[in-house]
């Protein structure tokens, strides 16, 4: 099965700051279709999951700009440019290329 | 609109059965991937199922094969999840999604324990 390691587990950081998350993958995350479905997903306190970005750097529609997603093969990084309050929660990757799709541990962002 | 309701969720004990529902709207429900997936108080989160679209293929994670069964009825809009043999490392919050995890709902809750 593939294991995704998420770093850093816990992230505080100042209101406007920028935050970076990084996901390792266990293997590499590209399909045969040429595809890599490596996922980032917002989890705020009591929510259910809200997928944030699609395929390593695709943002998913009414998700703001200052969210971004790079990386490739085993490799991937979540950006967020300026750290807003509603930015609270639990981030994770996911990768759904290989069955059983798999989580990262989860990232807990916290304003300082 | 997009939504997903699930329902279902109770207390059970060690053993017993129970049959999760996920009522869908707002896409064509009949043309997607669908999946259920949990998360056990306070902890990440885990994909249990995936479901094709008309219900021909269907995937397991390895700790719930055998004991656990997805279905759909495309008629209905619906999703299923048929649990049996429940042990405590299946207590959770049990989330129907879309596809890839494109939208969530949310979450019916399952404890097993005597």
């Known amino acids: 099965d593939v294991v995704m390691t998420q770093s850093p587990l816990s992230l505080p950081v100042t209101l406007g700051q920028p935050a970076s998350i990084s996901c390792r993958s266990s293997?590499?995350?590209?399909?045969?279709?040429?595809?890599?479905?490596l996922i980032w997903l917002q989890q705020r306190p009591g929510q259910s999951p809200r997928r944030l970005i699609n395929?390593?750097?695709n943002r998913e529609s009414g998700v703001p700009d200052r969210f971004s997603g790079s990386g490739s093969g085993t490799d991937f990084t979540l950006k967020i440019s300026r750290v807003e309050a509603e930015d609270v929660g639990v981030y994770y990757c996911?990768?759904?290329?290989?069955?059983?799709?798999?989580f990262g541990q989860g990232t807990k962002l916290e304003i300082k | 609109e997009v939504q997903l309701v699930e329902s279902g969720g109770d207390l059970v004990q060690p053993g017993g059965s129970l049959r999760l529902s996920c009522a869908a709207s707002?896409?064509?429900?009949?043309?997607?991937?669908m999946a259920w997936v949990r998360q056990a108080p306070g902890k990440g989160l885990e994909w249990v199922a995936n479901?094709?679209?008309?219900?021909?293929?269907?995937y397991y994670v390895d700790s719930v094969r055998g004991r656990f069964t997805v279905s759909r009825d495309n008629a209905k809009n619906s999703l299923y999840l048929q649990m049996n043999s429940l042990r405590g490392e299946d207590t959770a919050v049990y989330y129907c999604?879309?596809?890839?995890?494109?939208?969530w709902g949310q979450g019916t809750p399952v404890t097993v324990s005597s």
């Open positions: 999604a879309i596809g890839r995890g494109f939208f």
């Open positions: 707002g896409f064509t429900f009949a043309t997607t991937w």
């Open positions: 479901i094709k679209h008309d219900g021909s293929d269907k």
């Open positions: 293997q590499s995350l590209v399909q045969s279709d040429g595809n890599t479905y």
């Open positions: 395929k390593v750097s």
């Open positions: 996911m990768q759904g290329t290989h069955w059983p799709y798999s």
